[in-house]
Nanobody, 123 residues
Framework: QVQLVESGGGLVQPGGSLRLSCAASGRTFSTYSMAWFRQAPGKEREFVAAIIWSVGNTDYADYAKGRFIFTRDNAKHTVYLQMNSLRPEDTAVYYC????????????????WGQGTQVTVSS
């Protein structure tokens, strides 16, 4: 089993930046990919970005390209989502996910999830 703990959310003004962290523990050696999803009130959970743990290949949702950067620190078993030029529509609970074999944009295939961290973009 893999445990995921997110941190770094908060309130930021439009145009500002935040860096989310997701620390993995437990059976981290079996992790193939990690991803970020988000869910705004009244909306479905949507894909933000994903990374293949071993090689660092990344995939981003169109709205995240050029604004968000997904990185990993192998030694710390931690991934980061640097979010720049934030907009009010980025307001959501951001979730970290991991899986032992899947790499993609569908939330249903990720087996491990964190508890989420709230990001609010407002003036």
């Amino acid at each position: 089993q893999v445990q995921l703990v997110e941190s770094g959310g908060g309130l930021v003004q439009p145009g500002g930046s935040l860096r989310l962290s997701c620390a993995a523990s437990g059976r981290t050696f079996s992790t193939y990919s990690m991803a970020w999803f988000r869910q705004a009130p009244g909306k479905e959970r949507e894909f933000v970005a994903a990374i293949i743990w071993s090689v660092g290949n990344t995939d981003y949702a169109d709205y995240a390209k050029g604004r968000f950067i997904f990185t990993r620190d192998n030694a710390k078993h931690t991934v980061y989502l640097q979010m720049n030029s934030l907009r009010p529509e980025d307001t959501a609970v951001y979730y970290c996910a991991a899986d032992d074999s899947y790499y993609g944009r569908s939330a249903r295939w990720y087996d491990h999830w964190g508890q989420g961290t709230q990001v609010t973009v407002s003036s």
